[in-house]
Protein backbone atom coordinates (compact mmCIF):
# COMPACT_ATOMS: atom_id res chain seq x y z
CA UNK A 1 0.00 0.00 0.00
CA UNK A 2 2.56 2.32 0.77
CA UNK A 3 4.55 2.72 -2.52
CA UNK A 4 1.38 3.19 -4.33
CA UNK A 5 0.40 5.83 -2.18
CA UNK A 6 4.43 7.60 -2.99
CA UNK A 7 3.72 6.95 -6.43
CA UNK A 8 0.44 8.82 -6.64
CA UNK A 9 1.79 11.59 -4.17
CA UNK A 10 4.82 11.73 -6.73
CA UNK A 11 2.76 11.95 -9.66
CA UNK A 12 0.81 14.61 -8.55
CA UNK A 13 3.79 16.90 -7.38
CA UNK A 14 5.49 16.28 -11.03
CA UNK A 15 2.13 16.76 -12.91
CA UNK A 16 2.24 20.08 -10.76
CA UNK A 17 5.67 21.16 -11.61
CA UNK A 18 5.19 20.55 -15.43
CA UNK A 19 1.47 22.80 -15.27
CA UNK A 20 3.34 25.26 -12.91
CA UNK A 21 6.20 25.28 -15.67
CA UNK A 22 3.67 25.42 -18.67
CA UNK A 23 1.83 28.27 -17.00
CA UNK A 24 4.79 30.58 -16.74
CA UNK A 25 6.43 29.51 -20.14
CA UNK A 26 5.72 32.94 -22.96
CA UNK A 27 5.33 30.21 -25.56
CA UNK A 28 2.40 30.62 -28.12
CA UNK A 29 0.49 33.66 -29.84
CA UNK A 30 -0.28 36.75 -28.08
CA UNK A 31 -2.06 40.14 -29.31
CA UNK A 32 0.13 42.92 -28.28
CA UNK A 33 -1.46 45.76 -26.11
CA UNK A 34 -2.41 48.10 -29.41
CA UNK A 35 -3.82 45.10 -31.03
CA UNK A 36 -2.22 45.77 -33.64
CA UNK A 37 -0.47 42.42 -33.83
CA UNK A 38 -0.46 39.00 -33.49
CA UNK A 39 2.64 37.53 -31.97
CA UNK A 40 3.77 34.04 -32.20
CA UNK A 41 6.59 33.29 -29.30
CA UNK A 42 8.59 30.53 -30.14
CA UNK A 43 11.93 28.28 -30.41
CA UNK A 44 14.80 30.40 -32.20
CA UNK A 45 18.20 29.10 -31.54
CA UNK A 46 18.97 28.65 -28.39
CA UNK A 47 16.04 31.43 -27.24
CA UNK A 48 12.79 32.20 -27.90
CA UNK A 49 11.87 34.88 -30.38
CA UNK A 50 8.71 36.42 -31.16
CA UNK A 51 7.59 36.93 -34.72
CA UNK A 52 4.59 38.75 -35.86
CA UNK A 53 2.24 36.03 -37.22
CA UNK A 54 -1.20 38.39 -38.26
CA UNK A 55 -1.34 42.56 -38.70
CA UNK A 56 -4.77 42.83 -36.64
CA UNK A 57 -4.61 46.78 -37.09
CA UNK A 58 -2.11 49.58 -37.51
CA UNK A 59 -2.92 51.88 -34.09
CA UNK A 60 -0.52 54.34 -32.74
CA UNK A 61 0.50 53.74 -29.39
CA UNK A 62 1.73 57.07 -28.28
CA UNK A 63 -0.90 59.37 -30.06
CA UNK A 64 -4.15 57.72 -28.95
CA UNK A 65 -5.24 55.15 -31.54
CA UNK A 66 -4.67 57.24 -34.60
CA UNK A 67 -3.20 55.51 -37.43
CA UNK A 68 0.40 54.30 -36.82
CA UNK A 69 3.40 55.72 -39.05
CA UNK A 70 5.94 53.48 -38.48
CA UNK A 71 9.67 54.58 -38.86
CA UNK A 72 10.57 51.43 -40.17
CA UNK A 73 8.99 51.14 -43.50
CA UNK A 74 9.30 47.31 -43.44
CA UNK A 75 5.98 45.03 -43.41
CA UNK A 76 5.49 44.10 -39.93
CA UNK A 77 4.04 40.45 -41.06
CA UNK A 78 7.06 38.02 -40.42
CA UNK A 79 9.41 40.69 -38.90
CA UNK A 80 10.94 38.94 -35.37
CA UNK A 81 9.95 41.78 -32.62
CA UNK A 82 11.42 39.82 -29.85
CA UNK A 83 14.91 38.18 -29.97
CA UNK A 84 17.30 36.17 -27.53
CA UNK A 85 14.37 35.78 -25.15
CA UNK A 86 16.35 33.48 -22.35
CA UNK A 87 15.26 32.45 -19.04
CA UNK A 88 16.74 34.30 -16.32
CA UNK A 89 19.64 31.94 -14.68
CA UNK A 90 18.47 29.40 -11.99
CA UNK A 91 15.27 29.57 -12.51
CA UNK A 92 14.08 26.05 -12.44
CA UNK A 93 10.80 26.52 -13.76
CA UNK A 94 11.76 30.48 -15.21
CA UNK A 95 9.14 32.87 -14.34
CA UNK A 96 11.16 35.88 -16.03
CA UNK A 97 12.56 35.87 -19.68
CA UNK A 98 14.55 38.77 -20.71
CA UNK A 99 15.97 39.61 -24.74
CA UNK A 100 15.15 42.71 -26.88
CA UNK A 101 12.46 44.12 -27.89
CA UNK A 102 11.47 46.08 -31.64
CA UNK A 103 9.81 48.93 -31.48
CA UNK A 104 8.47 49.32 -35.09
CA UNK A 105 6.88 53.05 -34.52
CA UNK A 106 10.52 54.36 -33.33
CA UNK A 107 12.47 51.76 -35.09
CA UNK A 108 14.73 51.69 -31.76
CA UNK A 109 15.60 48.01 -29.99
CA UNK A 110 15.34 47.76 -26.23
CA UNK A 111 15.93 45.48 -23.82
CA UNK A 112 13.11 43.44 -22.08
CA UNK A 113 11.87 41.59 -19.83
CA UNK A 114 8.56 39.41 -20.37
CA UNK A 115 6.47 37.25 -17.99
CA UNK A 116 3.01 35.72 -17.44
CA UNK A 117 0.89 37.13 -14.85
CA UNK A 118 -1.82 34.80 -14.03
CA UNK A 119 -5.24 35.61 -11.74
CA UNK A 120 -7.97 33.10 -10.52
CA UNK A 121 -10.59 33.14 -13.13
CA UNK A 122 -8.72 35.47 -15.42
CA UNK A 123 -7.24 35.26 -19.03
CA UNK A 124 -3.01 34.62 -18.78
CA UNK A 125 -1.29 38.43 -19.44
CA UNK A 126 1.85 38.46 -20.77
CA UNK A 127 3.98 41.22 -19.23
CA UNK A 128 6.62 42.84 -21.54
CA UNK A 129 8.65 45.26 -20.18
CA UNK A 130 10.88 47.38 -22.97
CA UNK A 131 13.79 49.20 -21.41
CA UNK A 132 17.13 51.44 -21.68
CA UNK A 133 19.31 50.20 -18.87
CA UNK A 134 17.57 49.26 -16.12
CA UNK A 135 14.02 47.67 -15.99
CA UNK A 136 13.02 50.87 -13.67
CA UNK A 137 13.16 52.87 -16.66
CA UNK A 138 10.93 51.16 -18.94
CA UNK A 139 6.89 50.93 -19.97
CA UNK A 140 5.48 47.62 -19.62
CA UNK A 141 2.55 46.39 -21.66
CA UNK A 142 -0.17 43.30 -21.18
CA UNK A 143 -0.63 41.29 -23.94
CA UNK A 144 -3.06 38.88 -24.41
CA UNK A 145 -3.26 35.28 -25.52
CA UNK A 146 -4.12 35.51 -28.97
CA UNK A 147 -8.07 33.16 -29.57
CA UNK A 148 -8.03 29.73 -29.51
CA UNK A 149 -5.00 29.48 -27.52
Known amino acids: MLPKQL ?7 LLSTATLAQ ?3 PRGRWVTAS ?3 EV ?22 SRDGEPM ?6 PALGMKILVDLVPDEGDAAP ?3 RGQIYNR ?14 RPNAQA ?3 VRGYVGLPLFGQTQRWLRAPGQ
Do not use: H, Q
Not at 7 to 13: K, R, S
Not at 69 to 74: K, L, N, S, Y
Not at 108 to 117: H, Q, S, W
Open 40 to 61: EIAPCGNALCGTVTKVLANNSM
Open 105 to 118: ENAKTYRAKVEIET
Open 23 to 25: AND
Open 69 to 74: APADPR
Open 7 to 13: FITLGTV
Open 95 to 97: KVW
Open 35 to 37: GNL
Open 125 to 127: ELL
